[in-house]
């Protein structure tokens, strides 16, 4: 069996109700799609995570790499893809592209094989993930802190035990939300915060100093991703867990975070970091140095789906009779890519998710919505 045929799709949707968080304001969804298709007719589908344009642009760049290739040698055509990429893309969108190529051969060598993507990693280690909530971003508002609490009571009676929150508004702010977020949940539900790199060090430790009797299970990009000092130092400095990563490429790019002892939550993103092949290698990375790993997933039910089966493989740390259970990020905004076109559609039950069981990543992209979506 050999490839056949690669298609990108760009598909758009404009939102109902725009949102912001500390970077930049959100009007629409934009995802770049792509499915790889065999001489047989058995397709996978990927997806990179970042500006759609660009990494069409770089699938169309590795898309003559992988046609007449054998689909069962993913590996062998990762390290193709990213040794002709490697002297000018070693991190940065570029990689999405690969990651997306790369999930969808996943996909395809689990149809082929017959076997889920988690089997294929080598092991179901939970059929069941437990989800939190993303949302919480800001919007136009009288009273952004009351509003926030409002949502945040929406995720808990979901059923979700826990919620992260945008932070990085400024300082008086995030106190005046976290608290009332955190009132709100009660002290059971698990609360985590996200800066998106807003600070500098000396106002992120501002920050985590006053959020700390609120309980936080972890404080994400609190700082810029290139200041690994400041990350170390932050961590000896506030008794908040840190967590990063979504802006690091690679098992090269997230050893700087180990090495430098920047996190205890490493969050690669598969559809940016370099794949399913590459985020397993992260997996392995991440626990010789004891730092957990919670995927970072801002996409459709195939990023949701790629990362689910990578956490189904994950060995929790420590080991232990009554083992700590993972989590994976369950983007709540407003996005009908990621609802009506994957099917099926995930939906959270007592607080998880299950991983899917059928071939490859156990979706599929409804064709008739794709052409609905696709941007002219
Ligand atoms: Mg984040």
């Not at 009554?322 to 009908?336: G, W």
Request: negative net charge; hydrophobic residues 40%.
């Amino acid at each position: 069996m050999r490839i056949k045929e690669v298609t990108h799709y760009i598909i758009s949707h404009k939102l109902d109700e725009s949102f912001y968080f500390s970077q930049w304001h959100y009007d629409r969804r934009t995802i770049c799609l792509v499915k790889v298709t065999t001489d047989e007719g058995l397709y996978g589908w990927g997806e990179g995570y970042g500006p759609a344009g660009i990494i069409k642009a770089g699938i169309d760049f590795f898309a003559p790499l992988l046609i007449g290739k054998d689909p069962l040698q993913q590996e062998n055509i990762w390290r193709l893809m990213h040794l002709r990429s490697l002297d000018f893309a070693r991190r940065g969108v570029m990689l999405s592209a690969l990651s997306a190529l790369d999930i969808a051969l996943w996909d395809l060598k689990g149809k082929i094989l017959k076997q889920p993507v988690s089997v294929l990693l080598g092991g179901r280690k939970r059929e069941k993930v437990k989800a939190y909530a993303t949302g919480l971003y800001f919007r136009e508002s009288e009273n952004l802190a009351q509003e926030l609490a409002e949502e945040a009571l929406f995720y808990k009676n979901a059923g979700f035990e826990a919620v992260k929150m945008k932070v990085g508004l400024n300082i008086r702010a995030d106190i005046e939300n976290v608290k009332a977020v955190r009132e709100i949940l009660g002290p059971d539900i698990e609360l985590m915060v996200d800066a998106n790199h807003a600070y500098s060090l000396r106002e992120a430790i501002q920050l985590a100093n006053a959020i700390e009797p609120y309980n936080i299970s972890w404080f994400e990009e609190p700082i810029s991703p290139e200041e690994y000092d400041n990350y170390r130092e932050l961590r000896l400095r506030t008794k908040i867990p840190i967590a990063g990563g979504e802006c690091e490429y690679l098992r090269f790019g997230f050893q700087n975070l180990f090495i430098n002892r920047c996190v205890d939550i490493a969050q690669p993103d598969v559809c940016a970091t370099g794949g399913i092949t590459e985020f397993k290698k992260i997996m392995s990375s991440a626990q010789t140095f004891g730092v957990d790993v919670v995927p970072h997933s801002w996409g459709t039910g195939i990023a949701l789906s790629a990362a689910l089966h990578l956490i189904s493989n994950w060995d929790t740390i420590p080991g232990r009779l009554y083992e700590p259970e993972p989590l994976i990020e369950f983007d709540r905004t407003e996005n009908p890519l990621r609802d009506d076109l994957i099917k099926p559609r995930f939906s959270l039950e007592n607080g998880r998710l299950d991983v899917p069981t059928t071939p490859g990543l156990g979706i599929d992209v409804d064709m008739n919505l794709l052409s609905k979506y696709v941007s002219k």
